[in-house]
T-cell receptor, first 111, second 113 residues
Framework: KQEVTQIPAALSVPEGENLVLNCSFTDSAIYNLQWFRQDPGKGLTSLLLIQSSQREQTSGRLNASLDKSSGRSTLYIAASQPGDSATYLCAATTNAGKSTFGDGTTLTVKP | KAGVTQTPRYLIKTRGQQVTLSCSPISGHRSVSWYQQTPGQGLQFLFEYFSETQRNKGNFPGRFSGRQFSNSRSEMNVSTLELGDSALYLC????????????FGEGSRLTVL
């Protein structure tokens, strides 16, 4: 059974800092890994999708990497802003299309 | 292009009642999956439908059921509601038959009294 863990559970940083969020998964037989952002009481917004054959994806200030062999993915946020404050979740999806989500990292960026 | 639409956004029910939630996927998307999100359990997978067929199912009791229509719209039903069913129910759609990028709706917030 796939288990996905996100560390840390919460993170508080001053504006402008670069930061890394971690996601680990127990079963490396994944099809893709997706990072999401969730604002309080809202749905999930897709940030980046990494296929199993890829090593990383970039979108603006965000960069996500994937290391299947070690069961890890990281989300790098450059030059953080208060608007980045949210909960970030990762999801590992199998070939059969079943997705397992981590519990998320709640990020607070202080002005 | 419209996103994933979930209705209703908020609803309050009492124990023992039943509820039906609706999800309209992004136009052209044929896969719809449902998730329950609670503070204690996080995001848990309920089931996934593709071309009107349930393709995957999570570990929820039979009180939770779903279906998908020919236009890809999906509904989920919870019968005999319990207090523990209070949660944010999220629907996600993806385009292809294989596992693809998930796009979520805003969710339906269910409160059971």
């Amino acid at each position: 059974k796939q288990e996905v863990t996100q560390i840390p559970a919460a993170l508080s940083v001053p504006e402008g800092e670069n930061l890394v969020l971690n996601c680990s998964f127990t079963d490396s037989a994944i099809y893709n890994l997706q990072w999401f952002r969730q604002d309080p009481g809202k749905g999930l917004t897709s940030l980046l999708l990494i296929q199993s054959s890829q090593r990383e994806q970039t979108s603006g200030r965000l960069n996500a990497s994937l290391d299947k062999s070690s069961g890890r993915s990281t989300l790098y946020i450059a030059a953080s802003q208060p608007g980045d404050s949210a909960t970030y979740l990762c999801a590992a999806t199998t070939n059969a299309g079943k997705s397992t989500f981590g519990d998320g990292t709640t990020l607070t960026v202080k002005p | 292009k419209a996103g994933v639409t979930q209705t209703p956004r908020y609803l309050i029910k009492t124990r023992g009642q039943q509820v039906t939630l609706s999800c309209s996927p992004i136009s052209g998307h044929r896969s719809v999956s449902w998730y329950q999100q609670t503070p204690g359990q996080g995001l848990q997978f309920l089931f996934e439908y593709f071309s009107e067929t349930q393709r995957n199912k999570g570990n929820f009791p039979g009180r939770f059921s779903g279906r998908q229509f020919s236009n890809s719209r999906s509904e989920m039903n919870v019968s005999t509601l319990e207090l523990g069913d209070s949660a944010l129910y999220l629907c996600a759609s993806s385009r292809d038959g294989g596992p693809g990028e998930l796009f979520f709706g805003e969710g339906s917030r269910l409160t059971v009294l």
